[in-house]
């Protein structure tokens, strides 16, 4: 079920949204409009359907219309950035926006994926990223973000591992002004796996209905790794399970999901995110659907 604003839709509510194709799915307006609700905002959040060909008219609507923000989801996040006045600079180098702002009536593109990420991990872990050797499987859009934001936080090294080795060496290489980056193939693991500290999986394996497959034998694992996964959809994937099993500290990607919509909504607002709130609605969305 949507939780209503708690307040009545009057001439001064925001609009805000999300863009994406599919849309359907999204848990980001029940999330969103919960935070709104907590925090006596003013403001709804809906979905919008909007297909490749009418990208620009959405943005062009935007600014018609005076939407204060919208997320952006796939496969929008990259093209979108040609309608925006000004792209951060951390989306720049992502190469995506997920978040756009309207700033009286200048388009902002942020991407707060990886931000969102690297704040999940260290608040549910408490983990310190500074001087960490980090391993990333995965090098698609996700990953961009995520290396791109662990790389703020001064780890020692991030060595990111795909099956498409170019793609992990070109990630590297765009990412290689920011802190100590590798990209390599399956074959060189053997030679770093006993100095990692932190494995995150950034693939897409593991997730519904794909839930058997696994991103990394766990042989390669042990009670010293903290094993993290983008995935949450199941909130434990194989991968975790089979960490745990092992004594290894676990990590899921609801958080992720949870800050990327907290940051969004503190660029917007101005205000704190009633973070809580805002998992717990998402929690029971997805406990509803199981
Ligand atoms: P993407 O751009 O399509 O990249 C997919 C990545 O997975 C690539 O590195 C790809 O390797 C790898 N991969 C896919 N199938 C594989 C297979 N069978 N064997 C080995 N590697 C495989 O996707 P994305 O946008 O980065 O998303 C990746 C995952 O992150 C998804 O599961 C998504 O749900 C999750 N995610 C979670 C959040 C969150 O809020 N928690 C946010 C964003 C994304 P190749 O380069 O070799 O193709």
Known sequence: MVEAASFFINSETDLYGVIGDPIRHSRSPIMLNRAFADTSTNAVYVAFHVLPDQLQHAI????????????????????????????????????????????????????????????SLQEETGVTLAGKRILVIGAGGAARGVVYALLQKQPEQVTIVNRTKDRAVRLAHDMADHGKVEGMGWDDLGDIMNEVEIVINTTSLGMHPQIDTIPLDPKWLNESHLVSDLVYNPLKTRFLEEAEKLGCRIHGGLGMFIYQGAYAFEYWTGKQAPVKSMREVVLSSLEVNA
């Not at 600014?63 to 720049?92: C, S, W």
Request: glycine share 16%; net charge negative.
């Open 60 to 119: 062009e609507g935007m600014r018609a219309f005076g939407i204060k923000g919208l997320n952006v989801t796939i496969p929008h996040k990259e093209q979108v950035m040609a309608y925006l006045d000004e792209i951060d600079e951390g989306a720049r180098y992502i190469g995506a926006v997920n978040t756009i702002v309207n700033r009286d009536g200048k388009l902002i593109g942020y991407n707060t994926d990886g931000i969102g990420y690297v704040r």
